[in-house]
């Protein structure tokens, strides 16, 4: 499929944001010097795959709630150990924080990465209480590539896929700049490695699921700054899913583009942060 020049200025967060590889590069030194001092376990396997791994930063605190971070880089590209910073003003705030690792493509498919999300959720439920997090109050948040994945573990039959799992395992979740309607992205180079139809682009697009438990809240952010395609996505995931039930809140993130507005996870000063911890709490 011919790349589409409007879309692709609307969905290539890279080329809006010339300054990325610096930002890139101060999420891996902030994150480098978290884990030379924080409390962690690093690299647990939730999967068979070399790829499916986590690393879990813990607060202290005895049945801390449990949230879930997964990167973005258009499901093709960054690793959890340039993410590790986003857990450390939620620790701090008593939150035990997961940041996942997945396979890349076109290594694998979006349908693989969904999978692997899947059983990242479903080993950190069976095992949270080994190391003192409440399984009860688990959070799931993602950026960019990862609020895609986010929206689509609020759409998955936990009791059918996990025996002995709650409808509402998920207890909130938080999709900052995420793309919910993929078919977009089938006339941009980002689809080069995604290697996505419209019938893979729809069958992975949350827009068009059920969310397992209707009453569990979704926050969609996105940053003031970014391209009106990712504003559309939030506007419309918004409109679909209060259609069904959910209870969504959509918010600007001031002064923040596409790269930015993820910082804003691991800013106790940032409005998106006190709603973290209100939800999970």
């Known amino acids: 499929m011919p790349i589409n020049p409007q879309l692709e200025r609307q969905y290539n967060a890279r080329a809006a944001v010339p300054s990325h590889p610096e930002i890139f590069e101060s999420w891996r030194s902030r994150s480098a010097a978290f884990r030379e001092t924080a409390d962690a376990v690093l690299d647990l396997a939730y999967g068979p795959s070399p790829a499916e791994t986590l690393d879990l930063f813990l607060s ?10 997964i990167h973005g880089g258009a499901w093709q590209s960054m690793d959890k150990s340039d993410f590790s910073f986003l857990a ?56 960019s590539a990862g609020g895609h994945l986010t929206a689509m573990l609020m759409a998955t039959d936990w009791p059918r896929r996990l025996s002995g799992a709650p409808r509402r395992l998920i207890s909130s979740g938080i999709a900052i700049s995420g793309v919910f309607d993929l078919e977009p992205l089938c006339q941009t180079s980002l689809n080069g490695k995604l290697g996505l139809d419209k019938e893979a682009a ?12 209707p009453g569990v809240p979704l926050i969609l952010a996105v940053g003031a700054l970014e391209s009106d395609g990712f504003h559309w996505q939030s506007d419309s995931m918004r409109a679909s899913w209060r259609a069904k039930g959910v209870p969504v809140e959509r918010t600007k993130l001031w002064d923040r583009h596409h790269f930015s507005s993820v910082e804003a996870l691991a800013d106790p000063d940032s409005w998106l942060f006190r709603t973290v911890v209100e939800l999970i709490r």
């Open 202 to 213: 729809r069958a992975n697009s949350p827009i068009f699921q059920r969310p397992s438990a």
């Open 60 to 69: 202290g605190v005895s049945g801390a709630p449990l949230h879930m971070f």
């Open 88 to 143: 450390e003003a939620l620790a701090a705030a008593g939150i035990d924080v997961a940041v996942v690792n997945y396979g890349l493509c076109p290594e694998v498919s979006v349908d693989d990465i969904v999978t692997q999300m899947q059983r990242a959720v479903s080993w950190l439920w069976e095992h949270a209480r080994e190391y003192g997090a409440d399984p009860e109050r688990f959070q799931v948040s993602g950026h």
